[in-house]
């Protein structure tokens, strides 16, 4: 089992339209947990922590369920500027800061 | 603003060479990471450090090495470059305590 798993989608959704992605863990030991955002051709960049209590930030909000060991990331109003690929990142667990990348989602907004 | 420098946004290498991808970061961080980033894989680690000369095997170090000689400069190295280590190379540096790790512009690596 892959130590993160993402849906590669693509998700094409229309304008204004609400989606979420999933993101499974398989260490049960990790303690941090982040959503990037990556265009293309370009480098990743963060788009938000993931805190246990869940986290806004805008029309963007992370969900953590340790039980299930899964991240989500809703995002309301989509706007073709959301377009990109939505990384899943975690921490290993092994008392390092090592970080290990889902291969990503990837979202097509279209108007 | 914290700055992520790749030596070079694109390299061509022969199958056989000693190829040196140098990453530099001006923020003072103590995790620097080395990843490769292919279609339909992700980004894999291939190697971690944590401190100047300080290095943890990812992934995927095998055809790999690493030098950290100083904070700010994380070193990977192919030894003997081979066809299907063509890839993106992304550099990138943390604080310690995982946090948000900013990336280098990556170098696209092309092995003949």
């Known amino acids: 089992r892959k130590e993160v798993e993402q849906d590669p989608g693509p998700f094409n959704v229309p304008e204004g339209a609400t989606v979420a992605f999933n993101c499974t863990y398989s260490?049960?030991?990790?303690?941090?947990f982040f959503w990037y955002r990556q265009d293309c051709r370009k480098e990743p960049k963060l788009l938000m922590s993931v805190y246990s209590s869940g986290n806004e930030d805008g029309r963007f909000t992370a969900q953590l369920n340790r039980a299930s060991q899964y991240i989500s990331l809703l995002i309301r109003d989509s706007k073709l500027s959301d377009s990109a690929t939505y990384l899943c990142?975690?921490?290993?667990?092994?008392?390092?800061?090592?970080?290990?990348f889902g291969t990503g989602t990837r979202l097509q907004v279209f108007p | 603003d914290v700055k992520v420098t790749q030596s070079s946004r694109y390299l061509v290498k022969r199958t056989g060479e000693k190829v040196f991808l140098e990453c530099v970061q001006d923020?003072?961080?103590?995790?620097m990471f080395w990843y490769r980033q292919d279609p339909g894989l992700g980004l894999r680690l291939i190697y971690f450090s944590y401190d100047v000369k300080m290095k943890e095997k990812g992934d995927i170090p095998e055809g790999y090495s690493v030098s950290r000689e100083k904070k700010e400069r994380f070193s990977l190295i192919l030894e003997s470059a081979s066809t299907n280590q063509t890839s993106m190379y992304l550099c990138?540096?943390?604080?310690?305590?995982?946090?948000?790790?900013?990336f280098g512009q990556g170098t696209r690596l092309t092995v003949v």
């Open positions: 923020m003072d961080h103590e995790n």
């Open positions: 990138a540096s943390s604080l310690r305590q995982p946090t948000e790790a900013f």
């Open positions: 260490n049960s030991a990790s303690q941090s």
């Open positions: 990142v975690v921490n290993t667990g092994d008392n390092t800061d090592k970080l290990i």
